[in-house]
Every structure is written in C-alpha cells, then in structure tokens.
C-alpha cells in the first residue's frame, strides 16, 4: 500500500460552487471572494446561508489553493444579520432543543472563521447589523467607509446582547465599557468609531473599497502564508493563556516557523537585495 502524504487531502476550492452567496477566486485561486448576494433586503442571513458559511469555513482547512478571504456584501451593504421572516418568525414557534441547534450553528460559523487558517477580510459597506457585525467581528481585518453603520441589534427584538460570541469577542475589540454600551442599547456604532476604537483597520471611499480589500487580501496571500496562519492561531490560543504560557508558546511557535523554507528564501532574497518570493512552506 502506498504511503499517504500529509497534504493528500488538500484539494482546490477555485471551483467551489456557492449555493447561497456568491464565491469567486482569483487567477491562480489565492484570493477568494464570499458575497452575500440579497441586496434587495441588505444581504440578511438565512438558515442555509448560515449552514453553507459554517461548512465552507470548516472545510477551508484542507484547501491547496486559498490563502486570503474576503467577505463582503452586494448592492452597499454588508449584512442586516438574521432574516426577519426567513428566520426570526420561525424561530418564535420553535422548541427549546431547536433552538438550541440553531444557536449553536451560528456560533458554529464564528468558530469556524476563527479557526479556519486563512486571515479573513471583512469589506464593509452600508449596513452592518445582528449576526452581520458578528460576521465582520469574527473576522481578522474589518475596511469600512465613511458611511458604514454597524450596529449589535440583539437587544431590539428582546434578546440578551451575548450572542455568537459577542460578549467575549466584542470588549477585547473595542473595551467593556464601549461593548456594553453597544450591546445593551442596540445603538449603531458610527465609522469614525469603529475607526478610533479599533474595530475598524481602516476606511476608505466607498468606490474604493473593493480595490482596497483586493490589496490586502493580495499582500497577506503573497506573503509568508505559513507563517500568516501560525500568527493566527496563536492570537487565538493565547486569550486563554498566562504570560508563561505565552512565551513558551510563541518560542515554539516561532521555531517551527524558522525550519519553513519561506524563512530561508527571505533570508536569501535580503541579501541578494531582492524581493522574497514565499511559498507557503
């Protein structure tokens, strides 16, 4: 019987056939584009789109060819979160083990997107409300526009603020104080907020928001892609550590990343005053 490779059940996802978004990739498949395409109602999420995000993110792991996402929205604006009559009116008449699968699928797609290995960019455009500011807080980079409005609306239709994370993820974005303001009042949160708190890493024009989301998405994909994952697991897996932890933790995590040949051919490429060409391994 021949031996299995490591990377044996790594397979292409250029191809992906997206059934509730729209998915396209670049020429050579590093740069993926997931697109909530219902503009009409604010690109809101549905009970499939949850389901097909959750497994798509899960399933990024074993793809050979994506090394960047970006997450956006059609028709300016990102996503109005849940549904209204697709989602909210039949969650009123569910059974509290339904509910519950429910719950736990879409904190499965914010789990998912954290652990996938791919940094992911949110584009964010208009509006950004419920499960949609969960998306974009789950998300490793957040561009917005000047006109973007984010808001965490759980509270306006009699839910507790705690939400796919958001207790958790949202106060080491931006701090408690300004996270339980958001969630407790619903209220949005304005661009220039979300810019001096650190939730956005930058704004741009509306027309240049794409071109700029493709920029960096192209930049961390050209880059040391072995090392852009190592980075984000590790920010991960050290919210719950000790300073102790954490050196040891970035000591071995950095040595493992020294015996990658990206570090030999950027090492190469710098004396030889070159630009490094990296290879993801």
Same mark, same amino acid.
């Given at each position: 019987?021949?031996?299995?490779?490591?990377?044996?059940?790594?397979?292409?996802?250029?191809?992906?056939?997206?059934?509730?978004f729209k998915w396209s990739c670049s020429?050579? =498949?590093?740069?993926?584009?997931?697109?909530?395409?219902?503009? %009409?109602?604010?690109? *809101? &999420? !549905?009970?499939? +789109?949850?389901? @097909?995000?959750?497994?798509?993110?899960?399933?990024?792991?074993?793809?050979?060819?994506?090394?960047?996402?970006?997450?956006?929205?059609? =028709?300016?604006?990102?996503c109005s979160g849940g549904d209204v009559? %697709?989602?909210?009116? *039949? &969650? !009123?008449?569910? +059974?509290?083990? @339904?509910?519950?699968?429910?719950?736990?699928?879409?904190?499965?797609?914010?789990?998912?997107?954290?652990?996938?290995?791919?940094?992911?960019?949110?584009?964010?455009?208009?509006?950004?409300?419920?499960?949609?500011?969960?998306?974009? &807080?789950?998300?490793?980079?957040?561009?917005?526009?000047?006109?973007?409005?984010?808001?965490?609306?759980?509270?306006?239709?009699?839910?507790?603020?705690?939400?796919?994370?958001?207790?958790?993820?949202?106060?080491?974005?931006?701090?408690?104080?300004?996270?339980?303001?958001? &969630?407790?009042?619903?209220?949005?949160?304005?661009?220039?907020?979300?810019?001096?708190?650190?939730?956005?890493?930058?704004?741009?024009?509306?027309?240049?928001?794409?071109?700029?989301?493709?920029?960096?998405?192209?930049?961390?994909?050209?880059?040391?892609?072995?090392?852009?994952?190592?980075?984000?697991?590790?920010?991960?897996?050290?919210?719950?550590?000790?300073?102790?932890?954490?050196?040891?933790?970035?000591?071995?995590?950095?040595?493992?990343?020294?015996?990658?040949?990206?570090?030999?051919?950027?090492?190469?490429?710098?004396?030889?005053?070159?630009?490094?060409?990296?290879?993801?391994?």
């Amino acid at each position: 019987m021949a031996e299995l490779s490591m990377n044996d059940h790594k397979r292409p996802f250029k191809d992906y056939v997206a059934r509730h978004f729209k998915w396209s990739c670049s020429d050579d =498949g590093r740069v993926a584009t997931i697109t909530l395409n219902r503009p %009409e109602k604010k690109n *809101p &999420l !549905t009970f499939d +789109s949850y389901a @097909e995000l959750r497994d798509l993110f899960h399933n990024l792991k074993y793809a050979s060819d994506v090394r960047t996402i970006i997450i956006r929205g059609e =028709g300016g604006n990102f996503c109005s979160g849940g549904d209204v009559f %697709e989602i909210i009116e *039949p &969650l !009123t008449k569910m +059974s509290m083990p @339904e509910l519950l699968e429910f719950t736990r699928m879409t904190g499965d797609l914010v789990k998912t997107m954290r652990r996938a290995p791919q940094p992911v960019i949110a584009a964010i455009d208009g509006f950004c409300a419920g499960a949609g500011a969960m998306v974009a &807080l789950a998300a490793d980079f957040r561009l917005g526009t000047p006109e973007t409005k984010t808001a965490y609306l759980f509270t306006r239709v009699g839910l507790a603020g705690a939400d796919m994370g958001a207790c958790g993820l949202l106060p080491r974005m931006i701090g408690q104080g300004r996270a339980t303001e958001l &969630l407790m009042t619903g209220r949005v949160m304005t661009a220039e907020e979300g810019l001096s708190w650190g939730f956005f890493s930058a704004l741009h024009a509306n027309a240049e928001l794409g071109a700029e989301a493709e920029k960096l998405a192209r930049n961390l994909a050209d880059g040391p892609w072995f090392a852009h994952t190592m980075t984000k697991t590790m920010l991960n897996q050290e919210w719950a550590m000790g300073i102790e932890e954490m050196v040891e933790s970035e000591a071995q995590a950095q040595a493992i990343c020294m015996m990658t040949g990206d570090f030999r051919r950027a090492f190469e490429a710098f004396a030889a005053k070159q630009k490094p060409k990296f290879e993801g391994n």
